[in-house]
Structure formats: C-alpha cells, structure tokens
C-alpha cells in the first residue's frame, strides 16, 4: 500500500522511527515530529534517563525545537505527532504553545492527558489512533524486556 507524501500515517511513522532511537537508548520508546507546511520542522524522543530529567519528554523535546526554528513561541500552525498519549505535562505545554493539531498512536490510561483531566487548547485539533498498533507494540515489548 502506497502511503501519501502528507498522510498522517507518513509522520507518524517518522515519529516512530524517533521512538525507535529512544528503545535503542533504553528510553521509554516516545517519539515526535512537529509538521509545518508538511514538513518536518523538528524531531525528539524521549531523553529522561540520558538527561536526568524528568521533563525531557519527546514532546518537550519537539515543542522546544520547533519554536526555534520557526523563532516563535505559538506553534498555531503545525501539527505534533506523537507515538504516545501526551501526559498532562505535555498537554500543558501543548496549550501554552497553542499547537494547531496533535496526533497520537497509542492511547495511555494510565497516564495520559485524557484520563488526568488535562486539556490542550481550545482551538486544537485531536486525531487519535494513527499507527496505534505499531506505536503500542513498541511500548509493549521495551517493558516486556524491562521484566
């Protein structure tokens, strides 16, 4: 099946390649892209461990590239793509930088924004599911070898 150049399905597998990065680190396997213009404008995974932060998550990571390189702090016209619910640390971010769309892989009941209550802003759109079953995969076996 052909994928088209600007599908979701196209980004979020590059996002997916960022979580590989991240397995590959012993990260949690998160990663992000943030679109612009249907170009890739910034790529992050996670970086928690390696950094010894606990905020150095993929989405933290994207948000910060991506306002560099537009040099803006709004980031109204781009997407993130992201393998992984946002927690609601990100979705606060997400809301302070005004983000146009989020798109996600896999949900997190456990401690994604959605089920902690957390909002993006109000003019943001959401696509949930895209790659969900691959972006779930990716999660399932680093914790599984975790074990």
Request: hydrophobic share 40%.
């Amino acid at each position: 099946m052909e994928i088209d150049l600007y599908s979701d399905e196209r980004f979020m597998r590059e996002a997916l390649k960022e979580a590989v990065k991240a397995f590959d680190m012993d990260e949690v396997p998160v990663g992000a892209v943030v679109v612009s213009n249907n170009r890739i404008i910034a790529r992050a995974h996670n970086l928690t461990e390696r950094l010894q932060d606990v905020t150095a998550h993929a989405e933290m990571q994207a948000i910060t590239a991506a306002a560099n390189h537009l040099g803006a702090k709004y980031l109204t016209d781009c997407t993130l793509f992201v393998t992984l619910e946002p927690c609601s640390m990100c979705a606060g971010a997400l809301f302070w930088s005004q983000v146009g769309r989020v798109v996600y892989g896999a949900s997190d009941p456990k401690r994604g924004f959605l089920q902690q209550g957390g909002k993006l802003h109000p003019k943001t759109e959401i696509k949930t599911g895209v790659e969900a079953e691959s972006c779930s995969d990716l999660l399932v076996e680093f914790f599984r070898r975790k074990r």
